[in-house]
């Protein structure tokens, strides 16, 4: 059953570089990345109110009663991510914003296995996930001044000094580099706290219809308090008829990802997960980056961003590994 997760987890890691780009389409049609999230959101809830409906799962929302308010809060990191993810991917490239969200990833999954949150067994350090948590924080600084170097990434040039603080920052860098953090840092807490939502409410699906439901709202929330200050433009939906079909595909990404690694990690553990997860995320957004797929910038793959990403999966297979 584990090699099951493994496999699983390893895939649907691909799904977040792809999903991050697609949405880049989406937000362009749409003209703000608020609307394009609760959009986007929107579709994916769509989907899992139907799919709760074919496995019959709607009389777990019954059960919603006896859940703690917490473990009803995990759809609030998917807005995070996607929201961080249509603001990074034009600024950063598929690669490096990536590389962001892998390290906020790692922080937050190595918390949740050493103090035992949401009732993951607790995992001790060792001294392969010593090692694999400084390649992966290698590999992002080395990501990052590579393309800062080669004058592909504007706004994190010079961001990230040789130790991977701040060097030589200009106003308006440090923010995106925070941002990129924390919207990979809430991934696993969602994961974890649907794990926890699960053993409420049973049906696996019906967790993840919730969990995107209040995602929408969330969302939703926020796109109407900050037209209400004019702080983003309003909606279009006329560009939306020329937008192409995989445009749609992010909220169908998205879903399945959350599905998958709720399930993963009480079996395989938090940094395990995340560590398959960042991957697969990373081999895509490499992939993504050299083709300039989905319309994406085409970024050559430097040497330097080689050298990163083969230290990223390093550091990804000595934390599953040790």
Request: hydrophobic letters at 55%; glycine letters at 14%.
């Given at each position: 059953m584990d090699a099951i997760f493994v496999i699983s987890a390893l895939l649907i890691g691909g799904l977040l570089a792809i999903q991050a780009s697609v949405n880049v389409q989406l937000n362009k049609a749409v003209g703000t990345p608020y609307g394009a999230s609760t959009l986007q959101l929107g579709v994916a809830a769509g989907v899992l109110v139907l799919a709760t409906a074919v496995v019959g799962g709607f009389g777990g929302l019954a059960q919603i009663?006896?859940?703690?308010?917490?473990?009803?809060?995990?759809?609030?990191?998917?807005?995070?991510?996607?929201?961080?993810?249509i603001l990074l991917f034009p600024r950063l490239g598929a690669l490096a914003a990536g590389g962001l969200f892998v390290t906020g990833q790692m922080i937050s999954s190595l918390s949740i296995d050493l103090l035992g949150l949401f009732d993951i067994p607790r995992k001790p350090v060792s001294v392969g996930i010593a090692l694999g948590v400084l390649a992966l924080l290698a590999g992002i600084v080395v990501i990052i001044r590579g393309q800062g170097a080669a004058a592909k990434a504007p706004v994190l040039a010079k961001s990230v000094?040789?130790?991977?603080?701040?060097?030589?920052?200009?106003a308006g860098q440090i923010p995106w580099v925070l941002?990129?953090?924390?919207?990979?840092?809430?991934?696993?807490?969602?994961?974890?706290?649907?794990?926890?939502?699960?053993?409420?409410?049973?049906?696996?699906?019906?967790v993840d219809m919730i969990s995107f439901l209040v995602a929408v709202l969330a969302i939703f929330i926020v796109l109407v308090v900050l037209r209400s200050l004019n702080r983003t433009p309003a909606p279009k939906f006329a560009p939306l008829r020329e937008m192409p079909w995989w445009?749609?595909?992010?909220?169908?990404?998205?879903?399945?990802?959350?599905?998958?690694?709720?399930?993963?990690?009480?079996?395989?553990?938090?940094?395990?997960?995340?560590?398959?997860?960042?991957?697969?995320?990373?081999?895509?957004?490499?992939t993504v980056d050299s083709f300039g797929l989905f319309r994406m910038v085409r970024r050559k793959l430097t040497a330097p961003r080689i050298t990163g990403l083969g230290l990223l999966v390093v550091g990804s297979v000595l934390i599953q590994f040790t």
């Amino acid at each position: 059953m584990d090699a099951i997760f493994v496999i699983s987890a390893l895939l649907i890691g691909g799904l977040l570089a792809i999903q991050a780009s697609v949405n880049v389409q989406l937000n362009k049609a749409v003209g703000t990345p608020y609307g394009a999230s609760t959009l986007q959101l929107g579709v994916a809830a769509g989907v899992l109110v139907l799919a709760t409906a074919v496995v019959g799962g709607f009389g777990g929302l019954a059960q919603i009663s006896h859940a703690q308010p917490w473990q009803l809060l995990g759809g609030l990191a998917s807005p995070i991510y996607i929201t961080s993810g249509i603001l990074l991917f034009p600024r950063l490239g598929a690669l490096a914003a990536g590389g962001l969200f892998v390290t906020g990833q790692m922080i937050s999954s190595l918390s949740i296995d050493l103090l035992g949150l949401f009732d993951i067994p607790r995992k001790p350090v060792s001294v392969g996930i010593a090692l694999g948590v400084l390649a992966l924080l290698a590999g992002i600084v080395v990501i990052i001044r590579g393309q800062g170097a080669a004058a592909k990434a504007p706004v994190l040039a010079k961001s990230v000094g040789a130790a991977g603080a701040p060097a030589g920052t200009r106003a308006g860098q440090i923010p995106w580099v925070l941002l990129g953090i924390v919207g990979g840092a809430v991934l696993p807490i969602q994961a974890g706290i649907n794990s926890s939502l699960r053993e409420v409410v049973g049906n696996p699906v019906t967790v993840d219809m919730i969990s995107f439901l209040v995602a929408v709202l969330a969302i939703f929330i926020v796109l109407v308090v900050l037209r209400s200050l004019n702080r983003t433009p309003a909606p279009k939906f006329a560009p939306l008829r020329e937008m192409p079909w995989w445009g749609w595909l992010g909220g169908i990404c998205a879903s399945i990802y959350v599905l998958v690694t709720f399930l993963a990690i009480p079996a395989i553990g938090a940094a395990g997960t995340v560590a398959l997860t960042v991957t697969g995320q990373q081999i895509s957004s490499a992939t993504v980056d050299s083709f300039g797929l989905f319309r994406m910038v085409r970024r050559k793959l430097t040497a330097p961003r080689i050298t990163g990403l083969g230290l990223l999966v390093v550091g990804s297979v000595l934390i599953q590994f040790t």
